[in-house]
Protein backbone atom coordinates (compact mmCIF):
# COMPACT_ATOMS: atom_id res chain seq x y z
CA UNK A 1 0.00 0.00 0.00
CA UNK A 2 1.43 3.58 -1.14
CA UNK A 3 0.73 6.43 0.53
CA UNK A 4 0.08 9.61 -1.77
CA UNK A 5 1.59 12.83 -0.04
CA UNK A 6 1.30 14.60 -3.62
CA UNK A 7 -2.15 16.48 -2.93
CA UNK A 8 -0.84 17.25 0.91
CA UNK A 9 2.45 18.88 -0.69
CA UNK A 10 0.40 20.72 -3.48
CA UNK A 11 -1.59 23.01 -0.72
CA UNK A 12 1.29 23.13 1.38
CA UNK A 13 3.29 24.88 -1.48
CA UNK A 14 0.48 26.40 -2.24
CA UNK A 15 -0.39 28.26 0.73
CA UNK A 16 3.13 29.60 1.08
CA UNK A 17 3.20 31.33 -2.12
CA UNK A 18 -0.27 32.55 -1.40
CA UNK A 19 1.63 34.34 2.00
CA UNK A 20 4.58 34.90 0.27
CA UNK A 21 2.79 37.27 -2.44
CA UNK A 22 0.36 39.18 0.04
CA UNK A 23 4.19 39.67 2.08
CA UNK A 24 5.50 41.12 -1.26
CA UNK A 25 2.43 43.06 -2.02
CA UNK A 26 2.24 44.47 1.48
CA UNK A 27 6.10 45.41 1.62
CA UNK A 28 5.90 47.34 -1.88
CA UNK A 29 2.82 49.18 -1.24
CA UNK A 30 4.74 49.95 2.33
CA UNK A 31 7.77 51.43 0.38
CA UNK A 32 5.93 53.57 -2.29
CA UNK A 33 4.05 55.25 0.71
CA UNK A 34 7.38 55.68 2.10
CA UNK A 35 8.30 57.20 -0.68
CA UNK A 36 5.86 59.50 -1.69
CA UNK A 37 5.28 60.60 2.12
CA UNK A 38 9.03 61.50 2.24
CA UNK A 39 8.71 63.60 -1.44
CA UNK A 40 5.84 65.39 -0.02
CA UNK A 41 7.61 66.59 3.18
CA UNK A 42 10.53 67.52 1.06
CA UNK A 43 7.84 69.60 -0.81
CA UNK A 44 6.30 71.12 2.17
CA UNK A 45 9.66 71.84 3.04
CA UNK A 46 10.10 74.17 0.23
CA UNK A 47 6.45 75.73 0.38
CA UNK A 48 6.99 76.61 3.93
CA UNK A 49 10.54 78.42 2.81
CA UNK A 50 9.05 80.17 0.33
CA UNK A 51 6.36 81.56 2.23
CA UNK A 52 7.50 82.07 5.90
CA UNK A 53 11.07 80.45 6.79
CA UNK A 54 13.52 82.33 4.80
CA UNK A 55 14.96 85.71 5.00
CA UNK A 56 13.69 86.93 1.44
CA UNK A 57 10.22 85.03 2.03
CA UNK A 58 7.07 86.07 0.69
CA UNK A 59 5.35 86.93 4.46
CA UNK A 60 8.37 88.86 4.82
CA UNK A 61 8.45 90.59 1.57
CA UNK A 62 4.89 92.00 2.28
CA UNK A 63 5.80 93.09 5.85
CA UNK A 64 8.26 95.14 5.11
CA UNK A 65 6.22 97.14 1.85
CA UNK A 66 5.68 100.82 2.31
CA UNK A 67 2.48 102.64 1.26
CA UNK A 68 2.39 103.16 -2.17
CA UNK A 69 5.37 100.22 -2.82
CA UNK A 70 5.11 97.56 -5.55
CA UNK A 71 7.61 94.35 -5.32
CA UNK A 72 7.83 91.37 -7.62
CA UNK A 73 8.14 88.01 -6.21
CA UNK A 74 9.34 85.22 -7.65
CA UNK A 75 7.63 81.67 -6.57
CA UNK A 76 9.51 79.46 -7.41
CA UNK A 77 8.66 75.78 -5.48
CA UNK A 78 7.09 73.71 -4.99
CA UNK A 79 6.36 72.52 -8.40
CA UNK A 80 2.97 72.10 -9.29
CA UNK A 81 1.38 73.33 -5.54
CA UNK A 82 -1.09 75.99 -5.54
CA UNK A 83 -0.66 79.58 -3.98
CA UNK A 84 -4.08 80.89 -2.41
CA UNK A 85 -5.20 83.67 -0.71
CA UNK A 86 -8.14 83.52 1.14
CA UNK A 87 -10.67 86.69 1.49
CA UNK A 88 -14.15 84.83 1.77
CA UNK A 89 -16.40 82.55 3.70
CA UNK A 90 -14.27 79.45 3.01
CA UNK A 91 -10.64 79.60 5.01
CA UNK A 92 -8.79 77.06 6.22
CA UNK A 93 -8.90 76.74 10.22
CA UNK A 94 -4.71 77.76 10.45
CA UNK A 95 -6.32 81.41 8.90
CA UNK A 96 -8.01 81.32 12.25
CA UNK A 97 -10.85 83.23 10.90
CA UNK A 98 -8.48 85.50 9.08
CA UNK A 99 -7.74 86.72 5.94
CA UNK A 100 -4.44 84.62 4.53
CA UNK A 101 -2.15 83.43 1.91
CA UNK A 102 -1.49 79.64 1.73
CA UNK A 103 0.80 77.06 -0.62
CA UNK A 104 -1.32 74.17 -0.55
CA UNK A 105 -0.74 70.28 -2.90
CA UNK A 106 -2.55 70.66 -6.12
CA UNK A 107 -4.66 68.59 -5.44
CA UNK A 108 -6.78 70.48 -3.18
CA UNK A 109 -10.49 72.40 -4.53
CA UNK A 110 -10.74 75.66 -2.90
CA UNK A 111 -14.09 74.08 -1.28
CA UNK A 112 -11.50 71.99 0.78
CA UNK A 113 -9.32 74.93 2.13
CA UNK A 114 -8.97 72.47 5.19
CA UNK A 115 -6.64 70.69 3.00
CA UNK A 116 -3.93 73.59 3.71
CA UNK A 117 -4.29 72.31 7.27
CA UNK A 118 -3.07 69.34 6.88
CA UNK A 119 0.62 68.03 7.68
CA UNK A 120 2.67 68.04 4.77
CA UNK A 121 -0.10 69.30 2.72
CA UNK A 122 0.00 72.70 2.92
CA UNK A 123 0.99 76.03 4.82
CA UNK A 124 -0.78 78.87 5.72
CA UNK A 125 0.32 82.62 7.25
CA UNK A 126 -2.25 85.38 7.74
CA UNK A 127 -1.80 88.61 5.76
CA UNK A 128 -4.03 91.78 7.43
CA UNK A 129 -5.33 93.75 5.18
CA UNK A 130 -5.20 91.37 2.28
CA UNK A 131 -7.33 92.72 -0.16
CA UNK A 132 -10.75 91.47 -1.50
CA UNK A 133 -10.66 89.09 -4.00
CA UNK A 134 -9.47 85.04 -4.07
CA UNK A 135 -6.24 83.97 -5.86
CA UNK A 136 -5.15 80.40 -7.12
CA UNK A 137 -1.76 80.86 -8.97
CA UNK A 138 -0.27 77.14 -10.14
CA UNK A 139 3.74 77.36 -8.78
CA UNK A 140 5.63 76.39 -12.12
CA UNK A 141 9.40 75.45 -13.00
CA UNK A 142 9.11 77.72 -14.93
CA UNK A 143 9.35 80.47 -12.26
CA UNK A 144 5.94 82.01 -11.60
CA UNK A 145 6.01 85.70 -11.04
CA UNK A 146 3.55 87.98 -8.80
CA UNK A 147 3.50 91.23 -7.85
CA UNK A 148 2.66 92.49 -4.37
CA UNK A 149 1.40 96.11 -3.73
CA UNK A 150 0.71 98.14 -0.85
CA UNK A 151 -2.29 100.76 -1.76
CA UNK A 152 -4.41 102.37 0.91
CA UNK A 153 -3.31 100.33 3.38
CA UNK A 154 -4.54 97.18 1.33
CA UNK A 155 -2.31 94.46 0.01
CA UNK A 156 -2.76 93.41 -3.10
CA UNK A 157 -1.37 90.21 -5.11
CA UNK A 158 -1.65 89.72 -8.88
CA UNK A 159 -0.01 87.32 -11.16
CA UNK A 160 2.61 88.77 -13.63
CA UNK A 161 3.67 86.89 -16.76
CA UNK A 162 6.21 83.53 -16.31
CA UNK A 163 10.09 83.89 -16.65
CA UNK A 164 11.33 82.36 -19.39
Known amino acids: MIKQK ?13 LAVIAITFLIYFLVSFYFG ?3 AIEFEKAKRNLIDSP ?9 LKEKETRDFVLDSPDGWLFLSFTSAIKPNS ?10 DKSII ?14 CS ?17 LTKISISKINNEIIILKQQALK
Open 6 to 18: NGFLLAEETLKMI
Open 110 to 123: RSQAEVCDKPNEGI
Open 126 to 142: VVENLKKGDASIEIKTS
Open 56 to 64: ESLKKTIDV
Open 38 to 40: RLN
Open 95 to 104: CAGKNCICIC
